[in-house]
């Protein structure tokens, strides 16, 4: 509470001096009063602080009374009427979406999610983006025997592109047809690394491209990963095959021009500068 008459404000519960209520800073004298929920401004009615307990206080609790006096002394009541403040905004305006984050914070947040949720992709592409973050985007397909029948749902034992066995790294990273795609990349925009996993990815070639900004290679990187992604899943369920490396390049540049579209005017030039240094390196190429 943000107190000017102190009319509105309960003395004891409500959190208006220090940082918590002042039965949670004195609970023994909070035990004592008389008046539980007396108003701050009931406490200062002349111009004195003063509260009525139901017993004689000890040594102790006469040294807590000074303390909250002491702590009372940094308040100055004025007209007016009192004002709430919601404490989990900077704005101090209730919001469903704060009181929401507060419950289910769970003490640490992860820069790279952070980044995810930002992205400036459809939102499915975030959610995929979370997913390989995780390494999940085989985990939600069921492997059972019993459903021996879905089981291309839940990927190859070994790639269809080149044998080995697969895994999330090894289609998006290891797999050669992956490695053309992030090594013409590394080559055509000078970036600092051929990422070799997720981990490489998220916390090393997104983070040390100054030149493009983060958030443009996490866009950059989301055209790639879905390429690849959606490149193996019509090898694996409709026998697809690219003709030629190439095509991969291609299909990037389509996804990300369907994809600028969202994309602020500032980002917007840096991706089209992107896509221009992938088109003629590309066309040297050929």
């Not at 007209?79 to 469903?96: L, N």
């Not at 009181?99 to 914070?105: G, K, S």
């Amino acid at each position: 509470m943000k107190v000017r008459s102190g009319a509105q404000t309960r003395f004891w519960h409500d959190i208006w001096v220090g940082n918590c209520a002042l039965k949670l800073q004195f609970p023994k004298l909070f035990s004592y009063s008389s008046n539980k929920d007396v108003s701050v401004q009931e406490t200062h009615a002349d111009g004195v602080w003063s509260l009525q307990f139901r017993r004689s206080l000890s040594d102790e609790q006469i040294g807590d009374w000074s303390s909250l006096l002491d702590l009372l002394s940094t308040v100055q009541l004025v007209e007016g009427a009192d004002v709430m403040r919601w404490e989990f905004e900077s704005k101090k305006q209730y919001t469903t979406q704060s009181l929401y984050r507060f419950p289910t914070f769970r003490g640490v947040k992860v820069p790279t999610l952070i980044d995810i949720w930002n992205c400036r992709v459809p939102l499915k592409i975030q959610i995929f983006l979370w997913m390989v973050f995780h390494d999940r985007i085989f985990h939600d397909r069921i492997q059972s025997a019993v459903q021996l029948k879905k089981r291309r749902w839940a990927g190859e034992v070994n790639c269809k592109m080149c044998g080995e066995r697969e895994t999330a790294d090894h289609i998006l990273f290891g797999c050669p047809t992956a490695m053309f795609l992030w090594i013409f990349l590394k080559d055509s925009l000078k970036l600092s690394c051929v990422p070799t996993s997720r981990d490489e990815l998220f916390f090393n070639l997104l983070t040390n491209n100054s030149r493009w900004g983060k958030s443009n290679m996490f866009f950059l990187c989301a055209g790639a990963l879905w390429t690849l992604w959606k490149t193996r899943n019509e090898l694996v369920f409709d026998d697809k095959v690219i003709p030629a490396p190439v095509i991969l390049i291609h299909k990037l540049v389509a996804c990300l021009s369907n994809w600028k579209r969202l994309l602020s005017e500032g980002d917007l030039l840096k991706v089209e500068g992107m896509m221009r240094e992938i088109q003629q390196s590309c066309a040297l190429d050929a």
